[in-house]
Every structure is written in structure tokens, then in C-alpha cells.
């Protein structure tokens, strides 16, 4: 036949011969992978498989795994890895009636996981519906109701399941999930009811978040406001400010609280200390009373992570689910759980709403105090200001003092270096003396019961003996001597000796 004209679609090739499968042109014809049947049950390897058309160019285009089975005894692998205690395999037997297939009118995933939260739940398909109807936290836990609320019919399942039920099919045919899930679709105000559950099993823990910020916001916001020393430490910061910057830039009648982060920055002119520790200094010195000013701020660290929109939020979000509650309440009033409920947290809530607004006031009218806007400044942008401040101040008066024990100690051991050198000077001085007494002594000591012989004696001994120490005068011990005698000798004169009975 003559060639199609370009452009014109190819016709199909032959088919591939028996054993290979099809495979797009440049691909080689590769034979079908076999099925292994294998003597036990064996995990499955969990891996990402290539298709045919993705092995073009690639080692698994030269590999064949099937030389693999003609080489390995695969019947101890099979005996290491099977799934479970399993005996001997038996010759399967066809059974003479086959299990009963179920129905499932829900879509897999669904399936799924409402077969995983029902062993978690751990409770029948009437359990839970009687938990719900009565509003039993004993039976359902918080963390049940919120895996229940994911699981809420929608309303194509709603029509699905009521067209089963109206069709009259029988409802031991459906699932264990199915039939769940067709009591959940017959039960008015599921989703209602589930939420007012969950609200109630978090209510405790909901106060006792929101209770505690609100609490810190009025405390830190009123105690700032009104700390006459806070007053006067931002007075003597305005005052040397102003003496820093007012020949140059005029007068400033107040800052922003945010620049007490700046008085760290300001350094000595030696770069040794900082601004802040001349302030802390002048403080002490002149302001002591003042020096404690952090002892008037109360809760600034707690209200420091407060969130004024979050904590609001939360606030009108707890107040509208009481609301919720109360309607329910209000539909049947038999029931215990809803009237104790209410009974016990109704007061709570109202003291927490009147808390809360008073909270938003004190924090306003502390920010504007400030000189700030409360619509743009929130508490964890605001109070943590004076939190470093705080820890600044208290950090440079601890350093100031520690310069001065410092300064201290070196005086100290100047004056004992001084003290020491005086006191050699002293014993220097004196050592003379004190040497030569006891030279004398010891010489004294030495002559002590010597008898003279009638060669120690001669006339004129005496005149000598003054003529030496007139000649020679007393040196030290230590000190080298020549000997008077041997002098008297040497000049070929005769000498008695200086040492006499004593």
C-alpha cells in the first residue's frame, strides 16, 4: 500500500508476539512479569514500583530478576518472613458456602476512619447514640466528641442512607460503620448536640486559661498607672534627655515609652558604662527611695503574653456557647447534665464577661496614660517593654555597685602593699641593732668560765684593746672581719686576747 501522506496518523503495529507486553515506540518489548505464588503469607515490601514506560534508559533495562528464582531457594526467606504463626499449608478446600458479603454505601476513606474512631471509642453503635441523646461525658471523652464532629453526615449521605431505609432493605445486609452511620442520620441535631458536648467537657479548661489573663491585665495596667515611682523614674530619664539633647534639638516634654530600650545604647565616653547606669546611680544616690520602683508592677510578665484580641475573642466565644447550651436547655428540661451545667458556670460566666470588659478599660486608659493608641498597641507588644526595662535597671544598679565593692577591695590592697612596704623599712632600720646585741651576746656567752693563761696578759693589754676598736669600729655578723690579733701579729706585736671572764 502507498505511505500515508505526512502528518497522517501511523497505523497500528502487529501486536507484540505471546509473553511480551506493549510498550511506546523506542521502548524495547519486555516479557509480562510473573505472579510468584508463594507457600506462605508474606509482608508486603512498601516501595514505589516503575511503570514499563519509565525504565527506558535506565540498569533495570539490563537486569532479570527471573535468573534470580532459578538461583535462590526462596523456602527460608519464606519461613523467616511470614506474617504470622502459621502451620504447614493446607490444600485449599472450596467451602461449601461462601461468606456473606456486606453493603457499604460510603465512600472508602469515610469507611476508614470512622472504623478508626470506633475502636478508639470502644463503645457499640447504641453506646454512642444513648452518650449523645444524654449528654454523658463519662461515657464519650472530649477527644471522642471531636473525632464524632469530623464523622457528621453530610447531606448527600443523609439522602443515601433514608433512600436505603425507604427502599425497606433489610439492615443486617449493611456494615457495622453503615449501621453507625444510618443512626447518626436519624438523630436530630447532631451536630448541635456533639458541639454543646464538646463545649461543656472544655469549659473548665477554657476558665482556667482566660481567667488568669484577665486577671493579669487588670493588676499590670492599674499598677502601672498609678506607681508614684515608676512616675519619678521617667521624670529623671525626661530631665537628662533633655539635658542631652535639648541645646541641639529643643525641650521634649515626654517620650515613647518604647525609648527606655535606648538608655542602654548611650555609652560613656570611655564606652564603660552606659546611660541607664548613670541614671541608676543618680537614682541611689539622690532617689533612694524610688530605687525599688518594680516592686509596684505586679503580673507585667503574665500580662506581657496576654493577646487583648485573642483573650476578647475568647471571652465572646465562651459566652456564646452558654447561649447555645441554655437553648438546648431550654428545648428539654429534664435533662440533668444541661441543668447542672447551667446552674453551676451560668454565675461564673457572667462575673468572667463583667472581668473582661473591665480588663479592655484598664488596659486603655493605662496605654493612653502612656502616651500610646490602645487600638494599635496590644499587651504583648506594650508590657514587655517594661519588662526589659525592669531587668535593664536592675542589671546596671548590680553592676554599679559591684564596681564599687570592686574600687573597694583595690584600695584595700593598695593599702596593705603600702602597709608592707613600711614595715620593711621599719624592721630594716632596726636590724642593725638588734644584730649587733646579739652578737655581743653571743661572744659574751662563748667567754663565759675561759681562765686567761700568763700569755693572754701583758702589760699595756688593756690600752690595746681600746686602740683596736677605736682603729676597727663593730661590724655586722654576717659582715667579713679581719681578726685584730692577727693584725697585731702579722706586725710582729703581741696581743691579749679581747674575749675576758665575765
Known sequence: PPPPPPGAPRPPGPPPPPGFISVPDGVPAMTVKRNVTTKYRLPLLNWLAMKPTQIKDTVFCEINDDRIYDTVDFGEFEETFKTKAQGSPKPKI??????????????ANRNRNLAISRRKISLTNEQIIYAINNYNLNMLKVEHIEMLLKLVPNEQEVKVYKAYEKDRKPMDKLTDNDRLMMKLCKLE????????LAYIGNFKDSMELIVPQ??????????????????????????????????????AYGFKIQSLSALTDTKSTDRSISLLNFIAETVRKNFPDVLNFSNDLTYLDKAARVSLESMVAAVREITSGMVVVKKEYEKGKDNATLKSFVKENEEKLKSLE?????????????VIYFGENPRTTQPNGFFPIFVNFVKAFKDADEQNEARKQM????????????????????????????LMMAELKKKVKQGQGRKLTQSDVYHGAIDDIVEGVKNEPYRRADAKRRS?????????????????VV
Not at 94 to 107: G, N, R, V
Not at 354 to 366: L, P, Q, R, V, W
Not at 419 to 430: D, G, P
Request: glycine share 6%.
Open 94 to 107: 472450596a467451602s461449601q458456602s461462601s461468606k456473606e458479603e456486606k453493603t457499604c454505601l460510603m465512600d
Open 189 to 196: 441535631r447532631l451536630e448541635n448536640k456533639l458541639k454543646i
Open 214 to 251: 484577665v486577671n493579669a491585665l487588670i493588676s499590670a495596667s492599674m499598677s502601672a498607672k498609678n506607681s508614684k515611682k515608676l512616675k519619678k523614674i521617667l521624670e529623671v530619664i525626661l530631665a537628662f534627655g533633655n539635658y542631652m539633647n535639648s541645646s541641639k534639638r529643643g525641650g
Open 354 to 366: 463583667k472581668d473582661a470588659a473591665s480588663a479592655t478599660e484598664e488596659y486603655s486608659t493605662c
Open 407 to 434: 574600687r573597694v577591695r583595690q584600695i584595700e590592697k593598695e593599702r596593705e602593699k603600702e602597709e608592707r612596704t613600711l614595715n620593711r623599712k621599719t624592721v630594716t632600720s632596726q636590724g642593725g641593732d638588734a
Open 484 to 500: 685584730y690579733k692577727r693584725q697585731l701579729e702579722d706586725s710582729g706585736q703581741s696581743v691579749i686576747s679581747s674575749e675576758v
